[in-house]
């Protein structure tokens, strides 16, 4: 056990921080819409990209620095430290260039890979319809094949960023004859026609940051199958994986952010004492899910996989920032329940953490059963 | 960065775990526990091994290995329960090392490392502890106070007067000292650190037994024709116990690292763990006989010895509370430090 970064790892950091610290963009826009803020997180990835630091972990012939697993969690700890706002195209550069990496013909990898990079063309992730949540394997978006294109017709929900977006990961089902899981195909969609309609779907914090897809006999070249027809369940799995895997290390930074200002508050305001034994559990939870996360990356590092064990990470963030954001009303007191105040923002977003990228309750159960190996109750169907 | 162990630090796991499994089996365990006797033979080829001095320095007779390597051993033997005295042997040895001076470590750390001396580690409050682990079966007795103070005695000296703890694997005493007797130690704030640790790392592997026992049962027991574990209610509680296991060994191993690498972090580190591993511990055993359901209320499982080690480990030099008070302590002089940097 060593729990230290070696020299490289902190060289790494160090080169990082230092310049984050030169280059690291203002405060977000106070004033304008949903469209001026996004610009702002464009902005900065192409100032990333410039540098070299939009995705350290792709390997360097595709654009990256083929940073390691380690490197790459300093990598999002770092970026978290520095309070700098998440690269426009990120659902690209996490879950998009990986997947593609994974299965994609040397062609889409040629074609895309460097444009998501630098942010010209955004990406988007069609899986979840209204109807097909956590049993995702459930969902209906058909997609029927008409000479050497696919004629793709649904709707999907919980698409972030697709307004701004150029393609669209899309599952849809191009087989109904075989058993779920074997029909579905992974595809990338052009968002720029007319057969997809985007409607912001607004949510309790009364922002948009997601929407639903209507897709209404969009057409889809057969260049843009991804990792084969029918092969969409095992695609699809590898851009979850990548979903757990990075982005772990820039909400456990900003969970500790949260709480160390919340303790700052509580001495300021003279109520330390009253809340001390909730803030120091607060403290040793954030601390697990440090550890917790490192450890998971070492097992990655040692046995190549993450184990299923990712997902008790996951379920204590998400309980935990709950907490930390219901503390902080007794904490901070009337401005966490007042519109438009940052606290309260966290406290109404946080209701989210349980349930995007995996209900808790859906993750209990692959706990139960991946981990501990204990039975599945047989759903009548 | 690597959270996995040496692989002489799995070896010693391996090992322990093999031996124990052999020597230490639930009939063996209850038939200790029922007659509240200690399990000699096991102690004396645990102490022919070198495990009570797994974390002396050998210059006293140990082995001289460090707090993760102590930590490996008190998981092992939480798990297995074996009615040895060696977790409160290993707190008095580390408090004596840690803050006695020379001759104090000379007269007692040999035969502690030895195992031909036994010891314990109690918590005084007005001269009293009223429950010291292991205190009943011990010639050496180290006592501390809330101030980080310590006197260390030789048991004939004390008036030790035996109780019967729920916890019957281990004997305790209340031990009172008299005006004048026993020797100081110096400050015991790193001993009390570090003995914090190897109780919480004793916590982890009694919840990780509990689990697997549960995990086991669940499986086999059927209600309504299928397995009780495939229900919803059950196996998220088994996930629940999961997940507080995890919790606290990860605070448990970081502060068994920190020990000897960073050791300015100990206090911090040390209260976290304890704080983790005793809410742990109370939580996971209780699921443990819930799960169970009406055999986990019985006698004749084994379910209840662990419940039982966990409530005594649970309040051992506090619970979870008084650390959370210590670790709120540290985290606003943390918050007031960088606030005037």
């Known amino acids: 056990m060593d729990l230290t970064f070696s020299d490289q790892e902190t060289a790494f950091r160090d080169e990082l921080r230092g310049w984050l610290a030169e280059n690291k963009p203002g405060p977000a826009p106070s004033e304008g819409d949903d469209d001026t803020h996004y610009a702002y997180r464009r902005e900065w990835q192409r100032k990333l990209y410039d540098a070299g630091w939009a995705a350290p972990a792709w390997p360097a012939e595709y654009g990256g620095r083929g940073a390691s697993l380690t490197e790459s969690a300093i990598y999002f700890e ?5 309070r700098v706002p998440m690269a426009a195209n990120v659902l690209g550069l996490l879950l998009g260039g990986p997947t593609l990496m994974v299965w994609g013909t040397d062609e889409q990898k040629e074609r895309y890979l460097s444009p998501i990079l630098s942010g010209e063309e955004i990406w988007c992730q069609g899986f979840s319809e209204p109807d097909a949540g956590s049993d995702l394997a459930s969902l209906k978006t058909r997609a029927v094949k008409d000479g050497d294109e696919w004629v793709v017709t649904g709707q999907k929900v919980w698409t972030s960023g697709a307004q701004y977006s150029k393609w669209c990961m899309l599952v849809a089902r191009s087989d109904s004859d075989v058993a779920k899981h074997k029909g579905l195909t992974y595809f990338l969609m052009d968002m720029e026609q007319d057969a997809v309609q985007v409607r912001p779907l607004r949510q309790i914090t009364g922002e948009a940051e997601f929407n639903e897809l209507f897709i209404e006999e969009a057409r889809i070249p057969d260049a843009n199958v991804v990792g084969g027809v029918g092969n969409g369940w095992k695609v699809a799995l590898t851009t979850l994986m990548n979903e757990r895997a990075g982005l772990g290390f820039a909400l456990q930074i900003r969970l500790r952010q949260l709480l160390d200002d919340l303790i700052a508050k509580a001495i300021e305001r003279g109520t330390y004492d009253e809340n001390a034994d909730s803030l120091a559990e607060l403290h040793v939870r954030c601390e697990s899910i440090r550890l917790l996360a490192w450890k998971g990356l070492t097992d990655v590092e040692r046995y190549g996989q993450p184990g299923p064990e990712g997902s008790l990470v996951k379920w204590l963030w998400s309980d935990t920032n709950q907490r930390l954001t219901q503390l902080a009303v007794d904490i901070v007191g009337p401005d966490a329940l007042t519109s438009g105040e940052s606290w309260s923002y ?14 808790t309750e859906v993750l209990k159960n692959i706990v139960a059963e991946r981990v501990l190996g204990l039975p599945r109750l047989k759903v009548a169907v | 960065m690597d959270f996995g162990f040496t692989d002489d630090q799995r070896e010693i796991q391996r090992t322990a775990r093999d031996l124990l499994a052999e020597r230490a089996t639930p009939a063996r365990v209850r038939e ?3 007659a509240r006797t ?7 080829e645990l102490s022919e091994l070198g495990w ?9 007779g140990g082995q001289g290995l460090g707090q993760i390597e102590l930590s490996i051993l008190c998981e092992e033997l939480g798990r297995s329960l074996a009615p040895v005295p060696f977790l409160p042997s290993a707190l008095a040895a580390t408090a004596i090392e840690q803050s006695g001076v020379q001759a104090q470590c000379e007269r007692w750390l040999p035969g502690l490392a030895s195992g031909e001396t036994v010891g314990a580690l109690g918590t005084v409050v007005d001269g009293v502890a009223g429950l010291v682990i292991g205190g009943a079966d011990s010639q050496v007795l ?5 101030d980080g103070t310590g006197l260390v005695i030789a048991a004939e000296d004390a008036e030790v007067t035996p109780l019967q703890a729920i916890d019957p694997t281990r004997s305790a005493a209340r031990v009172s000292v008299p005006d004048g007797a026993g020797d100081s130690l110096g400050d015991v704030c790193v001993g009390l650190g570090r003995s914090l640790i190897s109780v919480s790392s004793e916590l982890v592997g009694v919840c990780e037994r509990a689990l697997e026992m549960t995990v086991a049962y669940v499986k086999d027991r059927k209600q309504f024709g299928v397995p009780v574990g495939a229900y919803q209610a059950v196996s998220h509680r088994c996930a629940q116990m999961l997940l507080d296991t995890e919790k606290a060994r990860s ?10 690498a960073d050791p300015e972090r100990l206090a911090e580190a040390a209260a976290m763990a304890k704080a983790s591993a005793s809410d742990a ?4 055993t209780a699921g443990a006989i819930q799960m169970h359901g009406g055999i986990g209320f019985t006698w004749e499982a084994d379910v209840h010895w662990l419940y039982k080690r966990a409530q005594l480990d649970a309040a051992l030099l506090g619970g979870a509370k008084r650390h959370r008070a210590q670790l709120s302590a540290i985290l606003a002089d943390k918050v007031a430090a960088s606030a005037t940097a």
Do not use: K, M
């Not at chain 2, 200690?38 to 004396?44: H, K, P, S, T, Y």
């Not at chain 2, 009570?52 to 006293?60: L, R």
């Not at chain 2, 605070?251 to 000897?260: E, K, R, V």
């Open chain 1, 346 to 359: 966290e406290l109404l977003r946080a209701r989210g953490n349980t349930i995007e990228g995996g209900t």
């Open chain 1, 78 to 82: 770092e970026l978290g430290r520095a």
């Open chain 2, 281 to 284: 511990g109370r939580e996971v």
């Open chain 2, 251 to 260: 605070t448990a191993n970081f502060a068994a690292w920190t020990a000897d």
């Open chain 2, 52 to 60: 009570p001095g797994i974390a002396v320095s050998e210059e006293y």
């Open chain 2, 142 to 146: 180290v006592l501390v106070e809330d």
């Open chain 2, 38 to 44: 200690v399990d000699q033979a096991l102690w004396r």
């Open chain 2, 32 to 34: 200790h526990a029922e």
